[in-house]
């Protein structure tokens, strides 16, 4: 072998290929220090692939002060079905599909985060999915009335054709409480993580930001409507959900009252955020547009001042929608519930009914049917005003199921 490790081949067609052959090992002094800086370098390479690319999640969300959010199931089962781009439709974004349960890992803080990023105004609307309205239960534990309300979201107006539902229904109740309900009810896995609420406190909102937040996922949801256990509906499904859908404003109660139970509840530490000439009372029971449902959950500028400084005598339940709304949208609403409440036998609770007060007459009076209503309803006077009304007790859900076909049209 020539000196310097070189073999010279000879080819058959003369000419010369020269190959060079490392005859001495790689001296060990530099071998050790590019083999570190190889490794270094496809470290360096990979860290940024990982934040960005989903290597790990919850790294890349704190390195950007952004929540880790475990992926919902609506968002899941949208993954599992979509469509081959080879169909005839071309689905958008929006089309995912509703969650068959409405439980989820979420914490209060990624629910929000979440639900805030969800489109202010419904996706345009398709045949195959009419708009619809969520159902909102703010319950202590179990609903007594349940009965009623399955006849109620079963009855003929209850879907669109194919069995397309007009509605859906989200249930907060008391933390550790369990609903069980067979597949057959639309109650059935309609249950969201809870947390304790107490009365006239900043609880209570909190679980109505909740229960918001968790029907905004699905963007099916149009219109959102507060209710409780101890409500019953006074027309059918396909009534209710005409009067709300077509309505070009939202229905929440909003009060400019001077007196001790109104302008008096004003807390001082709410400005200059909130000034005391802006300062609105109303009452809990809401219904709320897709975009005002929407702003409800980000609000990250009046809830947080209102939970600090609205507390007894001052109910954030009854002034926080009244008060922030006129302020950021007066034009969007009604400025009058669509829940009746008796409150004519005084105190700090409205009057409640039980299977002694329940009669044909009495049904008929809140229905509108004895005595026709006035309200506004997209700018004309109307006589349907209320759709719902509380409070009921537990023992009048026999009269209800006995009268309701015949007077309240399921």
């Not at 020539?2 to 490392?22: I, L």
């Not at 209060?108 to 639900?115: H, N, P, S, V």
């Not at 709410?270 to 109303?282: D, H, I, M, T």
Request: aromatic content about 10%.
């Amino acid at each position: 072998m020539p000196p310097g490790g070189a073999v010279v081949v000879d080819s058959s067609n003369g000419k010369d290929c020269s190959y060079a052959t490392a005859a001495r090992s790689f001296p060990a002094k530099l071998s050790r220090p590019l083999l570190l800086f190889a490794v270094l370098a496809t470290g360096f390479l990979a860290a940024p692939s990982l934040l960005f690319l989903g290597g790990s999640g919850a790294a890349a969300s704190s390195y950007y002060g952004l929540p880790s959010l475990p992926v919902p199931d609506v968002l899941l089962a949208a993954v599992r079905s979509a469509p081959c781009a080879e169909e005839k439709e071309v689905y958008r974004w929006w089309a995912r599909p509703p969650s068959k349960s409405a439980w989820h890992s979420m914490s209060d803080e990624e629910l929000l985060w979440a639900a805030s990023f969800e489109p202010r105004a419904a996706p345009p609307p398709r045949p195959s999915t009419p708009r619809k309205v969520a159902f909102l239960f703010l319950t202590r534990g179990p609903l007594p009335l349940a009965p009623l309300w399955e006849r109620f979201f079963h009855g003929t107006g209850g879907t669109a054709g194919r069995g397309r539902k007009l509605f859906s229904v989200y249930v907060h109740t008391t933390p550790g409480y369990r609903l069980d309900f067979p597949p057959s009810s639309p109650f059935h896995r309609r249950q969201v993580p809870s947390k304790a609420t107490e009365w006239g406190m900043p609880s209570v909102v909190d679980a109505e930001r909740r229960l918001l937040a968790n029907a905004l996922l699905d963007l099916d949801n149009e219109r959102f409507v507060l209710v409780s256990e101890s409500c019953i509906p006074l027309h059918p499904l396909a009534t209710i959900h005409a009067y709300l859908t077509r309505s070009a404003h939202s229905f929440v109660a909003v009060v400019d009252d001077p007196g001790r139970d109104g302008l008096g509840r004003y807390p001082a530490g709410l400005a200059p955020e909130v000034p005391v000439s802006r300062w609105r009372k109303g009452t809990q029971w809401f219904e709320l547009h897709r975009s005002l449902a929407v702003f409800v959950v980000a609000d990250g500028r009046y809830y947080p001042r209102f939970r600090e400084e609205c507390l007894p005598r001052c109910y954030v339940d009854e002034h926080y929608l009244p008060t922030v709304l006129t302020m950021e949208e007066p034009g969007s609403l009604a400025n009058r519930s669509v829940t009746l409440v008796d409150w004519s036998r005084g105190g700090a609770h409205p009057a409640r009914f039980g299977a002694r007060d329940v009669g044909e007459e009495f049904l008929e009076r809140l229905a509108g049917k004895k005595e026709k209503g006035s309200c506004m309803y997209n700018g004309q006077l109307v006589e349907v005003c209320f759709l719902f009304a509380r409070k009921f007790a537990p023992d009048a859900l026999q009269k209800l199921l006995e009268l309701s076909p015949r007077i309240l049209g399921y």
